[in-house]
């Protein structure tokens, strides 16, 4: 078990919609990250907080939101939904710091598959 | 181009048997090269990590390689279980940036 929690791990939905996928980090843990995974298709970087503030951002759509509140824990918020949102979502946690991303490894939650249909 | 790339793709292997996986990169200035196991359904979780100045290292029945003059990694799994079935990820993070580099993974069946 990482410590990481997400939910839910099931979600679907119609195009157009709006959804919450939510993320507890590992106890301790300031840093968290979202990633897409698709079908085929290798972990992609999304965003990543580190204590409350948004520390990088990757390929995330203008459509996708995410943050991190004052308890850790984070939200990413998927809107107007599409077909090819259809992915498994991870989110993962580390110690944080600057050189966090290098130094530490990261603890993956077990992902919420999201199908749009 | 992706940074890291990850050979073969897929592969069948008997169990009790050893397998070797590969990742080539491109990430310069190198820092470390991580190994993660992702089961059917989760989410990955570290294997090993690789600095510039380790050339190998083992976990258990598995063992990672570092060549980072040719800037490749391998993954090596002996005497496999069932239990190994999973896309072994590699992961490259570079110097001076608070990025990673994922492949796309060696998905890995063992068959009884």
């Known amino acids: 078990d990482s410590g990481v929690t997400q939910t839910p791990k099931h979600l679907i939905t119609a195009t157009g919609q709006r959804v919450t996928l939510r993320c507890s980090p590992r106890?301790?843990?300031?840093?968290v990250y979202w990633y897409q995974q698709s079908l085929d298709q290798g972990l992609q970087f999304l965003i990543q907080?580190?204590?409350?503030?948004?520390?990088a951002k990757g390929n995330i759509l203008e459509r996708f939101s995410a943050q991190q509140f004052p308890d850790l824990h984070s939200e990413l918020n998927l809107s107007s939904l599409e077909l090819g949102d259809s992915a498994l979502y991870f989110c993962?946690?580390?110690?944080?710091?600057?050189?966090?991303?290098?130094?530490?490894?990261?603890?993956f939650g077990n992902g919420t598959r999201l199908t749009v249909t | 181009k992706n940074q890291v790339e990850q050979s073969p793709q897929s592969l069948i292997i008997l169990e009790g048997k050893n397998c070797t996986l590969q990742?080539?990169?491109?990430?310069?200035?190198?820092?470390?090269l991580r190994w993660y196991k992702q089961d059917t359904g989760r989410g990955p979780v570290s294997l090993t990590i690789?600095?510039?100045?380790?050339n190998t290292k083992s976990n258990g029945r598995y063992t990672a390689t570092l060549d980072a003059d040719t800037k490749q990694s391998s993954l090596h799994i002996t005497a496999s279980q069932l239990s190994d079935s999973a896309s072994y990820i590699c992961?490259?993070?570079?110097?001076?940036?608070?990025?990673?580099?994922f492949g796309k993974g060696n998905q890995v069946v063992v068959i009884p």
């Open positions: 993962a946690s580390s110690v944080g710091g600057a050189r966090s991303v290098i130094d530490s490894p990261l603890h």
């Open positions: 106890s301790g843990d300031l840093s």
């Open positions: 907080y580190y204590n409350g503030e948004e520390r």
């Open positions: 990742c080539n990169y491109t990430v310069s200035p190198f820092s470390n």
């Open positions: 690789m600095t510039f100045s380790e």
């Open positions: 992961v490259v993070s570079g110097k001076g940036n608070n990025r990673l580099a």
